[in-house]
């Protein structure tokens, strides 16, 4: 078992065989670690592809957000930030793969985005849009086994389905790994920021994280509510606990978590609308 979990962590950490744009992916990194460039040359180089700003200015609008009619890359960076700027520009091709093909799972993750921008903003926490991307970023995982690894996804299915098993533990049975730990390595792979590769990949297991671990239990908490709520579908109907360290951490209550919960059902009829429009403009462009 461990030469498959070897097997996938090679295969995500070539990031010539992801289903992205390796030259954009190339340049975006060698942009955002050289200390001279500037967060305008890394705009202009994310404007040049037409269809790339398109996707990421998509995302930039959706509620996940907060922010409407934000119309050009160099304003989404002033918004947002390099590093959720970066991090949208090489998840966009993902993304799009999600909208067309794993509907439910693209809702899921646009849930638990909204649902973490809600909780870090009413816990007045600081990088709320790094939180809410991470969160948006937190399934990816699942769209790359889906992708890469096709007959083991299939086999997976009918696993969790024989055995009436969580995603999760059955991708722990047969990949010996799971969608936390190849999210991360995509990540590290895209040399994104440790504070949105640790949320990803300790959002099943917030005690594993160490250095980020508030952004992190914000991302477990945002992603049981959104499988609580039912909305969209991440895979399974299992609804995990929240984690005592997460609940500890937030500081959370009863009366805080309801008044969360009030707040984000009226958030998800925006985050449904969002999704069902990005649909019907998919249909209608092929």
């Known amino acids: 078992m461990d030469d498959k979990r070897a097997e996938i962590r090679h295969s995500i950490m070539d990031t010539r065989s992801l289903p992205t744009l390796p030259g954009i992916i190339s340049k975006l990194n060698s942009l955002s670690s050289n200390d001279k460039s500037s967060a305008e040359q890394m705009a202009q180089l994310v404007a040049s592809d037409q269809v ?13 957000y907060g922010f409407y009619r934000v119309s050009t890359i160099s304003n989404a960076m002033i918004l947002l930030g390099v590093n959720v700027v970066k991090s949208l520009a090489l998840s966009s091709s993902i993304f799009e793969i999600m909208e067309k093909n794993v509907v439910g799972l693209w809702e899921h993750s646009l849930g638990t985005g909204v649902a973490a921008n809600v909780i870090a903003r009413r816990l007045k926490l ?7 991307t991470a969160a948006l970023l937190h399934d990816i995982g699942k769209v790359i086994i889906k992708i890469k690894f096709a007959d083991d996804y299939d086999q997976l299915l009918a696993l969790i389905d024989t055995k009436g098993i969580s995603i999760r533990d059955g991708e722990m049975e047969l990949l010996a790994t799971d969608h936390a730990e190849v999210g991360a390595w995509l990540a590290k792979s895209w040399h994104l920021p440790e504070k949105l590769i640790e949320p990803v990949a300790c959002h099943h297991q917030v005690e594993k994280s160490t250095t980020h671990q508030l952004k992190t239990a914000v991302v477990h908490l945002a992603d049981v509510l959104i499988k609580a709520s039912g ?6 109907d299992f609804v995990p606990l929240i984690q005592p360290v997460a609940w500890d951490l937030l500081g959370m209550s009863e009366a805080l978590l309801a008044e969360i919960v009030e707040e984000l ?4 009829i925006e ?6 429009e ?4 998919d249909e209608t462009s092929t």
């Open 265 to 268: 059902e009226e958030r998800l």
């Open 126 to 132: 600081a990088e709320c849009e790094e939180i809410s």
């Open 52 to 64: 790339l700003s398109a996707r990421v200015l998509r995302l930039v609008n959706s509620p996940s």
């Open 278 to 281: 990005i649909q019907s403009a």
């Open 231 to 236: 909305f969209g579908c991440s895979g399974d």
């Open 271 to 276: 985050v449904k609308n969002f999704s069902m």
